[in-house]
């Protein structure tokens, strides 16, 4: 088995290095390359794809239960167009891609789950687009999803995200939407949630209107 081939059934298959290490026990004559062979082919494949560093993010304290600045690490992709661009392509070849009215819809927003806090780009024109193998990560940091973490974390994004918009890919034109749970909208959005003044997220009636039954104007 070469190192690609190994490569791509550890990413197709989401086989951990636990899980790698039991598949070569049961199939040695599969000839299996070392973990050292892939991750070293794994380096050269991202090399210039993404950057790393860290930053003075917000982090639960165990001690105060508070949150303190505290040194993160910090990912994100440089070349988002061109990686999107070539998702876009191999979907294409595989006749997978089914544009609507000539747009090819991507959705962009974040998440946060096991410590860490990550942006993703998901391409809606093809069929099961929220399953993992079709998930585009452009940022990643462990840290919570705090709105200070957000506006720390996203510029580095957040400009070649907003130029896709509107941009021809082939003969489509490239439409972005944001999406995520009502909480990391509201961060995005700058509310405070649901006790805020201005809890929603469609229109402009405080709190207390809501609660009034006051419906919103219609333009």
């Not at 165990?62 to 876009?88: F, Q």
Request: with cysteine; net charge neutral; charged share 25%.
């Amino acid at each position: 088995m070469s190192v690609d081939k190994a490569l791509a059934m550890i990413t197709d298959c989401n086989v951990t290095w636990e899980q790698l290490r039991k598949i070569k026990r049961y199939s040695a004559g599969q000839n299996i390359p070392s973990e050292r062979k892939i991750c070293k082919r794994q380096e050269e494949l991202i090399d210039g794809v993404f950057m790393a560093t860290t930053q003075k993010l917000m982090q639960r304290s165990t001690r105060t239960k508070g949150l303190s600045l505290t040194d993160s690490a910090v990912v994100w992709m440089t070349k988002i167009e061109d990686t999107i661009g070539a998702h876009l392509e191999q979907h294409f070849m595989l006749d997978n891609l089914v544009p609507f009215n000539n747009e090819i819809w991507l959705k962009f927003g974040g998440d946060q789950g096991e410590g860490s806090t990550k942006f993703e780009v998901q391409i809606l024109n093809i069929k099961s687009p929220n399953a993992t193998r079709n998930v585009i990560v452009v940022l990643l940091f462990e840290a919570p999803d705090c709105l200070y973490n957000i506006e720390a974390t996203l510029p580095n994004v957040s400009c070649e995200i907003s130029n896709m918009n509107g941009k021809k890919w082939r003969d489509y034109t490239l439409r972005m939407f944001g999406f995520g749970d009502y909480a990391y909208l509201t961060k995005l959005y700058g509310l405070l949630g649901p006790t805020g003044r201005y809890p929603c997220l469609f229109c402009t009636l405080t709190n207390r209107e809501i609660h009034a039954g006051k419906t919103p104007d219609v333009a």
